[in-house]
């Protein structure tokens, strides 16, 4: 539970920071657009109902995990283990990320520092380590079954609303991301494919 509250609160606090006074984010702007008219009422099953139950799905390992009572074990620690590593990573991408986009000398640049040097997505990547840690704790009760909320949770963050969306959208509007992507692993940290680093500048910001 403690892990639990600690997740949330870290990325709700993230979300607040990055928003806050910020004008309405392109990517629900451009949805809404989309599904006009009555978008009010379109969006209360295309996006309010379906996240909900998404949530539900990706949430499924908590369930086992806080309400059945084992010996703490092995697979606790690894869970321990594979959570804090992906806290970490989540919570330092995010960080770098916000002071290179603070910084108006980096306008026009992409962010290849720090950990976006090794994945172009440290945060994604970090935010799926923890739901797999939860899954983990599940594990000791014969829960094996709700590796299903971690599995569509990597799947939605690679091909549907994560990778695989905002990158469309940055290639479209700045082609020079394609060099960044070209050297950089999408997911799972990795050297640059290239052998010496270069930071490529003005290749465009990273969204």
């Not at 059945?68 to 992906?86: F, K, N, R, Y």
Request: net charge positive; charged share 15%.
């Amino acid at each position: 539970l403690t892990l639990v509250v600690l997740w949330a609160v870290r990325l709700s606090a993230h979300i607040i920071h990055r928003n806050l006074g910020e004008p309405e984010d392109r990517r629900y702007r451009d949805i809404r657009r989309k599904y006009e008219p009555h978008f009010a009422l379109k969006s209360l099953g295309l996006i309010f109902w379906f996240q909900a139950v998404l949530a539900w799905i990706i949430s499924m390992p908590l369930w086992p995990a806080l309400t059945v009572p084992v010996e703490w074990g092995a697979s606790d620690v690894l869970a321990v283990t594979v959570w804090t590593i992906g806290i970490i990573f989540e919570g330092i991408g995010d960080w770098q990320l916000s002071q290179f986009k603070a910084d108006p000398g980096n306008h026009g640049k992409v962010m290849d520092r720090g950990l976006w040097r090794y994945t172009r997505h440290p945060n994604y990547f970090g935010e799926c380590l923890i739901w797999w840690g939860f899954f983990l704790f599940a594990l000791p009760v014969g829960a094996w079954w709700t590796a299903v909320g971690p599995l569509l949770l990597t799947y939605m963050l690679l091909k549907f609303s994560g990778v695989t969306l905002m990158e469309q959208t940055i290639v479209e509007r700045r082609p020079a991301y394609r060099a960044y992507i070209a050297r950089t692993n999408a997911f799972i940290p990795g050297l640059p494919k290239q052998g010496n680093y270069v930071p490529f500048p003005g290749n465009g910001p990273h969204d």
